[in-house]
């Protein structure tokens, strides 16, 4: 493979960082956003040893963020016929990745802290006194509100989409913006 531009791979890297840094905000590795915006910005399907040599990782450090980037549904492995490489692109359609995301974690997260607020009312509605009622309506809204957050939640995860178009284009208009901007 031949290696892109210095203006090309700088820019990669900015973007790279970029996308990590959120990623890791998320709760992710920041190596995990770095690999997959390399694969993401490239035209073709990548070789590991290229990502590493692009990043400055590590053949293990690529070959486990690759792995677990599968696993998530971001990346895939792709074959090429006469060549004895692994070569990897990533997933390209946002939704698909959130989704992913949303189904594995926070529906964990969500029913748990469901059942948790639900056995907290229990416990409150056994108990006694004006500091137990004012307790028990309040965690009850709470479990009110965890119900509407899950169900949203889970239309969302099952949808496998979200509907943006009261809001207009928002990946357009954003670019848009930007553009002129720079004008």
């Not at 970029?18 to 993401?40: P, Q």
């Not at 496998?160 to 913006?177: A, E, K, N």
């Amino acid at each position: 493979m031949t290696s892109p531009s210095p203006d090309i791979l700088r820019a990669e890297l900015l973007a790279a960082d970029a996308i990590g840094d959120i990623i890791e905000h998320w709760g992710f590795r920041k190596v995990l956003g770095r690999v997959w915006t390399v694969l993401f910005l490239g035209a073709t399907p990548t070789p590991a040893a290229d990502i590493g040599e692009r990043l400055q990782m590590s053949a293990g450090a690529v070959s486990m963020a690759l792995t677990e980037l599968q696993r998530w549904g971001v990346v895939r492995r792709v074959w090429r016929p006469g060549e004895r490489r692994e070569f990897f692109e990533a997933e390209t359609d946002f939704w698909k990745m959130i989704s992913k995301v949303f189904d594995e974690r926070e529906r964990l997260l969500a029913g748990s802290v469901r059942q948790r607020l639900e056995e907290a009312a229990a416990i409150l509605g056994r108990a006694r006194g004006a500091e137990a009622v004012v307790a028990l309506d309040r965690a009850n809204r709470l479990l009110a509100f965890v119900l509407v957050a899950q169900t949203a939640l889970d239309g969302f995860i099952k949808s496998r989409r979200v509907d943006f178009t009261r809001f207009g284009d928002l990946v357009s208009f954003p670019l848009r913006s930007v553009q002129r901007r720079k004008a």
